[in-house]
């Protein structure tokens, strides 16, 4: 078994001075893993997101001591229990070679704030993974890797991707999104568990879960009012954090973006002119028809909000979730 930690420091505009981990599979670092004795080096993890995250790589298959190279594995079986067997050689079951190297590492992995994997992978794949019957035909129904069923058993809030969708911006924003709300809400409530911590998190994360779902950010508000203040703490931080996660773990539409905005240029309308605000209103409304991209009334917003804004509204996660330099919001 081995983990290869991979550390950088980021350059600017880290949140909260804390390092943000993220797993990720080893054939992506370029580490020469695979079966066939290659890897899968990502350009986008290595040269674009490393600036921001610190990666902890592990390849289970060869942590297995499947060797490199080594015939390729695939799932058999049912597909509710899928088995790990070598293409060249089904009898040979390897399920619990994979799953007694994978438990205790992934047991280690309580620290992360997302994960990063390879597709198409028996072990690592997010999704639609075959699983072979008898009769030598796949299923129609597909399912996870190995590794990554145990690790979203193990942390189901982990935000996890396979690195192909990256490559699609709406995808890319809101993994990245999900990476740093999870960071936040470890070091913002885990470090101080406390009902006024969750408060103040959902106080700033207001705007973010409206761009998402503007029924579970009330909802989740609600559970907060509607706590006593003898309640158990631990069951509700849980439950409050595995909605949160679920409440914003699709991309947030385009329509939702503009409420959004509108909602926070109402907080300018005492300290901005109305000609100017009716210019932004005219920006909001260009990107509901596409014509520009979010960045553009994003960026304008945040100008007159940083000028004129109220510390409510300033400290608003939705106006900084991650590091601008990432130039996210220029794809939406
Ligand atoms: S996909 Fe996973 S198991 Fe396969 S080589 Fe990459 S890290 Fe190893």
């Not at 490199?68 to 079951?93: K, Y």
């Not at 994978?102 to 997302?114: E, M, Q, S």
């Not at 539409?253 to 901005?272: A, D």
């Amino acid at each position: 078994m081995k983990i290869i930690t991979t550390c950088k420091q980021t350059k600017s505009e880290k949140v909260d001075n804390s390092e943000i981990k993220v797993g990720i599979s080893a054939c992506l670092l370029g580490h020469s893993v695979r079966y066939n004795g290659g890897h899968s080096r990502s350009r986008l993890c290595l040269e674009e997101l490393s600036e921001h995250f610190s990666y902890r790589s592990f390849c289970p298959e060869t942590a297995a001591g499947f060797g490199v190279p080594r015939p390729t594995l695939r799932l058999t079986g049912e597909i509710s229990a899928p088995r790990l067997v070598f293409s060249n050689n089904q009898q040979q079951d390897v399920t619990e070679q994979l799953v007694n190297a994978i438990n205790p590492v992934i047991g280690t992995l309580a620290d992360l704030d997302g994960y990063i994997l390879m597709k198409n992978s028996p072990s690592c794949g997010m999704e639609r993974i075959k699983v072979y019957q008898d009769n030598g035909y796949p299923h129609t129904r597909r399912t996870q890797g190995l590794f990554t069923a145990a690790l979203q058993k193990k942390h189901p809030n982990l935000p996890i991707e396979e690195e192909g969708r990256l490559n699609d911006a709406r995808l890319k924003e809101n993994f990245i999104l999900r990476v740093f709300a999870h960071n936040h809400f470890r070091n913002q409530v885990d470090t101080q568990p406390t009902l006024g911590s969750l408060m103040n998190f959902h106080r700033d994360y207001k705007y973010v879960l409206m761009a998402h779902s503007q029924s579970e950010y009330k909802a989740l508000g609600r559970l907060l009012a509607e706590t006593k203040p003898h309640q158990n703490i631990d069951n509700l931080r849980d439950l409050y954090f595995q909605r949160f996660m679920q409440a914003i773990s699709k991309p947030a539409s385009r329509s939702n973006h503009c409420n959004v905005l509108l909602h926070i240029l109402g907080y300018l309308k005492r300290s901005v002119d109305g000609e100017v605000r009716r210019d932004i209103a005219d920006i909001i409304d260009r990107y509901r028809r596409g014509e520009v991209n979010l960045a553009t009334p994003l960026t304008l917003i945040k100008h007159y909000v940083q000028r004129f804004g109220s510390h409510y509204v300033q400290t608003q996660r939705y106006l900084q979730p991650y590091p601008s330099v990432l130039g996210l919001s220029n794809q939406l």
